[in-house]
Nanobody, 126 residues
Framework: QVQLVESGGGLVQAGGSLRLSCVAS????????MGWFRQAPGQEREFVAA????????NYADSVKGRFTISRDNAKNTVYLQMNSLKPEDTAVYYCAADTRPVDYASNRAGWYDYWGQGTQVTVSS
């Protein structure tokens, strides 16, 4: 079992920055990949970014490349999402998720992730 708790969401103006954090517990954090997904009202959940268990592989949605950075600190059981140059279309609930498959990969497929956090709201005003 893996428990995930996100934090760091809030209200920010367009062009601003936020850093989301997700603390994991329950299994050895360095043994599984982590991802961030988001869901806006009335829309399906979409992939944002992922990082492999070693941190050596990262994967980003085209819509956030160059603006968002995913990282992890295995000593702190935490994955981060640094979000810069935020746009109103980034407004959504952001979820972190754990992919516990035994592969060193950063998947963009929600179906591969077997544990999810409760989400944190990010609102970007124009």
């Amino acid at each position: 079992q893996v428990q995930l708790v996100e934090s760091g969401g809030g209200l920010v103006q367009a062009g601003g920055s936020l850093r989301l954090s997700c603390v994991a517990s329950g299994r050895t954090f360095s043994s599984y990949a982590m991802g961030w997904f988001r869901q806006a009202p009335g829309q399906e959940r979409e992939f944002v970014a992922a990082i492999s268990w070693s941190g050596g592989r990262a994967n980003y949605a085209d819509s956030v490349k160059g603006r968002f950075t995913i990282s992890r600190d295995n000593a702190k059981n935490t994955v981060y999402l640094q979000m810069n140059s935020l746009k109103p279309e980034d407004t959504a609930v952001y979820y972190c998720a754990a992919d516990t498959r035994p592969v060193d990969y950063a998947s963009n497929r929600a179906g591969w992730y077997d544990y999810w956090g409760q989400g944190t709201q990010v609102t970007v005003s124009s």
